[in-house]
């Protein structure tokens, strides 16, 4: 049987959460989920610690192939996975207030703009390869492919997970359980934005 | 739906997402301009970075909300990585 989705602060009736009156204080998801997250943001962490490392032991080989990094293509990624977590917060503050097509159509949105980011992904790629620069041409090639890689397959599993919303909030309930895993795939969702806004300044910024 | 939309839109979130937007597009400039400070403008793209992986956490996240030992260890996370980040940066010297 269900219960009612837990409401942050709305009314019934599908009155929209406001922002002013403060939740009591929550795990956002469940807790296996955040144990998830932490430690995909520790291996993360690692990961631009060992980045930072080669670069550090060559600083001017860095410099000159990201020269050959087109900027713009990570700067457009940055925008839309910004944008579509913006969808995802809206989507979850839809569930809670009941607008569960509002929900499903947010969700729909954060979709098209991860297909959006895996289409500029593969264009950047296709570019590089194109002019000679892949994964063995260099440290900062072969890094710069296998941190954008293993955020891709991120940004692939994420989006399974949203296909997994779109159909969990369009019920006309949820119990406490289905809107713990709404909560915390949405979590799941902003780690992957979080993380590629590390990996732009790493990657594309950093003079 | 327009107006349930406005109504969810219509709060301290699309701020922040302006806000993020925003650093973004500012981060690219000092990214790709020819500053006379190379090493200070990334030292500048390195704390902006991390103010809006703080806000992600905070606000898209709900963190603020959490109970503290998981605010605390995402708060952490972000002092020390950047931290840890800017030191190896700096200490390296500039390409």
């Known amino acids: ?207 | 739906m327009t107006g349930q939309l406005v109504a969810l839109l219509r709060n301290r979130i699309s701020l922040i997402w302006f806000v993020l937007i925003a650093a973004t597009l500012i981060s690219w400039w000092i990214g790709t301009g020819d500053a006379a400070n190379p090493q200070l403008g990334t030292a500048a793209v390195f704390v902006v970075v991390f103010i809006k992986v703080r806000l992600i956490g905070l606000y898209f996240m709900e963190l603020r909300d959490a109970p503290l030992p998981l605010r605390l260890l995402f708060e952490g996370y972000c002092l020390i990585v950047c931290t840890t980040l800017l030191v190896m940066y700096l200490t390296a010297g500039v390409g």
Not at chain 1, 122 to 128: A, F, S
Not at chain 1, 133 to 147: A, D, E, K, R, S
Not at chain 1, 168 to 191: D, N, R, T, Y
Request: glycine fraction near 10%; proline fraction near 3%; include cysteine.
């Open chain 1, 1 to 207: 049987m269900s219960t009612t989705v837990p409401r942050s602060s709305g009314t019934p009736g599908g009155s929209v959460p406001q922002d002013r009156h403060r939740r009591a204080r929550h795990v956002p998801g469940e807790v296996g989920a955040w144990v998830f997250i932490l430690g995909d943001l520790a291996a993360f962490a690692l990961l631009f610690g060992v980045w930072m490392y080669y670069r550090g032991m060559e600083p001017r080989l860095f410099a000159d192939s990201q020269a050959e990094v087109h900027r713009s293509f990570g700067a457009i990624n940055t925008l839309l996975l910004l944008t579509s977590s913006l969808c995802v917060v809206t989507a979850v503050r839809a569930v809670r207030a009941q607008m569960h097509r509002l929900a499903q159509a947010a969700i729909g949105l954060a979709l098209v703009c991860a297909v959006g980011f895996l289409l500029d992904k593969v264009l950047e790629w296709t570019d590089l390869v194109a002019n000679g620069h892949g994964p063995t041409t260099n440290n900062y090639f072969l890094y710069f492919f296998v941190l954008t890689g293993l955020h891709a397959f991120h940004v692939l599993i994420g989006m399974g997970i949203l296909i997994a919303l779109v159909r969990l909030s369009g019920k006309p309930s949820l119990s406490e359980g289905q809107f713990s895993f709404v909560e915390g795939g949405a979590c799941f969702w902003h780690m992957v934005d979080l993380i590629w806004v590390v990996l732009f300044a790493l990657l594309y910024l950093m003079h």
